[in-house]
Every structure is written in structure tokens, then in C-alpha cells.
């Protein structure tokens, strides 16, 4: 039905990611400032909680947001690639949340590049640790995710029938 009110594929997906990646990174940078905020008042009185113009805290929160809106742009690229929303969903849910489990075991250096570390222990930090990648090699990592699956889905959109 899409393609036939937009038969320009690559500007359909482009559409769908623009819409789609403002309306997440809104909900992520909302959903992280609400945690900020949460996790200050659950701190107990003889700790003192942290402030956004603390070193780092300002970009921990704001790159919170951020990551998650990227990690949704890598999940509608795998839509766009499978073209099947079970499948879609299975890859994802693999990728971002089972991956990182099975490369603790097995390789425990990799497990840096994993979608959701990223966002966990680069992003949303204001100190990475020293086994983590930086918050902004961490943001251009994950812009490579969603870049690639999104060009990828872009260029077989163009190639399959509707």
C-alpha cells in the first residue's frame, strides 16, 4: 500500500527514518532525563547525587537519548532488509540483546560493540570504564549500525518486488 502512494523506495525509507529517528530520539532523550532525575531521588541522603554540570553528566544523559534513537534506526533497517516483521524482530532481539550475552563467554573484548553496551557503558556513562569505548567512538559505532542497515535495506528495497 506504502509503495504505491510513494513508488520512490529510497525516499520511502529516508521518509520512514526521518519521522521514525526524530520520534525515538524524542522518547530517548525524554526517557533519559526522566531516569536522571529518578535515579537522583532514589540515591540514599549520605550519598550526593550527581548534577548535569558535573563533567560528563550532561553528555551521559543527553547521549542516553541518542543511543536509543540509533538503536531503533538499526532495528528499522533490519525491517527493511528482512521485510518480514517476525523475522525483523527475532534478528533485532538476537543482535541487541542476546549477542552481547553469548560474547561475554566467548570473547569478552568484543562485547564493547554491541548495540546495547554501547549505549549501557559508553553512552550513558559520564566515566566509561577502561574495557569500554569512548562515548564518542561508542556514537560513531552505533551510527555505522544504523547507517549500514539502512543503506542496506535502502539498496534491497530498490532490487526486490513490493
Same mark, same amino acid.
Given at each position: ?40 531521588? *532514589? ?46 524482530? *527475532? ?72
Amino acid at each position: 500500500m506504502t509503495l504505491a502512494a510513494v513508488p520512490n523506495r529510497p525516499l520511502l525509507l529516508a521518509a520512514k527514518a526521518a519521522v521514525f529517528g526524530a520520534a525515538t530520539l524524542a522518547v530517548g532523550e525524554v526517557t533519559a532525563f526522566l531516569a536522571f532525575v529518578a535515579g537522583r531521588a *532514589a540515591l540514599p541522603n549520605r550519598i550526593p547525587p550527581p548534577a548535569l554540570d558535573q563533567p560528563g553528566v550532561l553528555r551521559a544523559v543527553l547521549l542516553s537519548g541518542v543511543g536509543i534513537g540509533l538503536v531503533g534506526l538499526f532495528g528499522l533497517g533490519l525491517g527493511a532488509i528482512l521485510r518480514h516483521s517476525a523475522a525483523a524482530l *527475532a534478528v533485532y532481539a538476537g543482535v541487541v540483546f542476546v549477542i552481547g550475552e553469548l560474547l561475554v563467554a566467548v570473547a569478552p573484548s568484543a562485547v564493547s560493540y554491541v548495540p546495547l553496551a554501547i549505549v549501557g557503558d559508553s553512552l550513558g556513562v559520564s566515566r566509561p570504564s577502561p574495557d569500554a569505548l569512548s562515548p564518542w567512538t561508542g556514537l560513531a559505532v552505533l551510527c555505522a549500525y544504523a547507517s549500514a542497515s539502512l543503506l542496506t535495506g535502502g539498496w534491497l528495497l530498490t532490487r526486490r518486488d513490493a
